[in-house]
């Protein structure tokens, strides 16, 4: 009888031990599997993580692209207004002729024939040129399409009046002229002394 109880005890035993053998083994494969899904998880993660940096990299490009485009547009528009509204000029300048024919200020234009001409002058900012015309010759309206002149009041005396520029860039007026002698003086900036004094002849 003890003997049986003997057999049964190490019997026991060993159904435990198997048990427990299972145990160990069945929690060896759910860790494997843990270890292999967390594996499987880390590799998506870093995938996920890899492909969003490449699209916040694209969308970062493609917005330096735009950013860079717009400025080189703002750049250009800058460039033409710049250039068309006459900031560009460095000096005074005294062209042959101007919008409604040759330009009295030429200082070469000594003998004409009655008809229309340009007061024309180009100039940079900050700089002013002023012109003395004496005769009883010559005539202007007071409407311009043009404009850039302002006139003083007439002088009986000598017949005369003086134009000053009011804006940089061109200034052009329509002058007409009949037969006669018109006596010009040219002055730039606040100067008091003439650049050169001239007497056109109107055949």
Known sequence: MITFYIYLGILGGI??????????????????ERFENSKDQRKELNENI???????????????TKILNKLNDVGN?????????????????????????????????LEISSGTYSMKAILPKNELVKVK????????????PIGGWDSSDFDNKDKSRIFTTIKYGIADYKFRLEKGETEILLFFGKSQIPEWKKVIKVN
């Open 77 to 109: 528009k800058v460039n033409n207004i710049y250039a068309s509204d006459k900031s560009n000029i460095n000096d005074i300048s005294i062209p042959k002729t101007g919008s409604f024919g040759q330009n009295i200020l030429d200082k070469d234009l």
């Open 133 to 144: 015309i004496s005769g009883d010759n010559w005539a202007y309206n007071v409407n311009q």
């Open 50 to 64: 890899s492909k969003s940096h490449n699209n916040i990299t694209k969308q970062i490009n493609e917005s330096d």
């Open 15 to 32: 159904l435990v031990a198997i048990s427990i053998a299972g145990y160990r083994i069945e929690s060896s494969k759910i860790n494997q």
